[in-house]
C-alpha cells in the first residue's frame, strides 16, 4: 500500500499568494483529516471529511482557509490570501471508520 | 482545559532506563485510545493501540485508567532509537481523534 500521499513536500511562498495542499489518502478510507501542527500550538485539528463529505471545519483559522474533496481519492487545502502566521507543517491523515488513523509525510510551509 | 494533556517533558533518561508517561483526557465518554510516535521533522505513525485491559508490545507496556481518566505508557530497557516526541489521543471511532501535545523523550547513551 503506498500509504497516504501529500504534495508538495515543501513549499516556500511570499505573503498573499495562493497555495494549494493536496493529499490522497490510503484506498478505501472514508475519513480524511486536515491538520496543523507548529511548535507552539502542537497538533491542530483543521477540518475532516467522511465520505468525502465536510463534518467538522471548526478547526479552519479561517475564511483564507478553505478545503475541498471532490471524490475519495483527493483533497485540497487552500489558503488563500496566505500569510507568515500560516507557515507550519501540515498533514493529511486517513483511516477506515474502526482502524488506525495514517498520516502523510506532511507539507512543510513558509511563508515569507 | 484541553481535552488530552500530556506532560511536555523533555524526559532525559540514559540507556537502559524504564521511563513512563501519563496523559489526561477530560471526555469521559471516549472510546479508543492510542499512543502514537512522532520523530523530529517525520509524521506520527502508530505505536500501540491501548485497551481496557492494559497491553504489552516487547518494552512497551500500555494502561488505561477509565475511573480516573488516564492513560500510561511504560518504556523498558530504553533504547537510544526511542527517542522522539509521544502523543497520546483519544477519541470516538464515527469522530475525529483528539491528540495530545506530546511528551518528548530522549535517550542518553
Known amino acids: 500500500d503506498a500509504g497516504v500521499i501529500q504534495s508538495p513536500r515543501h513549499e516556500v511562498t511570499e505573503m498573499g499568494q495562493e497555495v494549494t495542499l493536496r493529499c490522497k489518502p490510503i484506498s478505501g478510507h472514508d475519513y480524511l483529516f486536515w491538520y496543523r501542527q507548529t511548535m507552539m500550538r502542537g497538533l491542530e485539528l483543521l477540518i475532516y471529511?467522511?465520505?468525502?463529505?465536510?463534518?467538522?471545519d471548526s478547526g479552519m483559522p479561517e475564511d483564507r482557509f478553505s478545503a475541498k474533496m471532490p471524490n475519495a481519492s483527493f483533497s485540497t487545502l487552500k489558503i488563500q490570501p496566505s500569510e507568515p502566521r500560516d507557515s507550519a507543517v501540515y498533514f493529511c491523515?486517513?483511516?477506515?471508520?474502526?482502524?488506525?488513523?495514517?498520516f502523510g509525510p506532511g507539507t512543510r510551509l513558509t511563508v515569507l | 482545559r484541553k481535552e488530552v494533556e500530556q506532560d511536555p517533558g523533555p524526559f532525559n533518561v540514559p540507556e537502559g532506563a524504564t521511563v513512563a508517561f501519563n496523559c489526561t483526557y477530560s471526555n469521559s465518554a471516549s472510546q479508543s485510545f492510542f499512543w502514537y510516535r512522532q520523530d523530529c521533522r517525520k509524521e506520527p505513525k502508530l505505536l500501540m493501540s491501548v485497551y481496557s485491559s492494559g497491553n504489552e508490545d516487547g518494552r512497551f507496556t500500555a494502561q488505561l485508567n477509565r475511573a480516573s481518566q488516564y492513560i500510561s505508557l511504560l518504556i523498558r530497557d530504553s533504547k537510544l532509537s526511542d527517542s522522539a516526541t509521544y502523543l497520546c489521543v483519544a477519541g470516538f471511532w464515527g469522530q475525529n481523534f483528539v491528540f495530545g501535545p506530546g511528551t518528548r523523550l530522549s535517550v542518553l547513551p
Open positions: 471529511f467522511n465520505n468525502n463529505v465536510p463534518i467538522d
Open positions: 491523515a486517513s483511516r477506515r471508520q474502526a482502524d488506525t488513523q495514517y
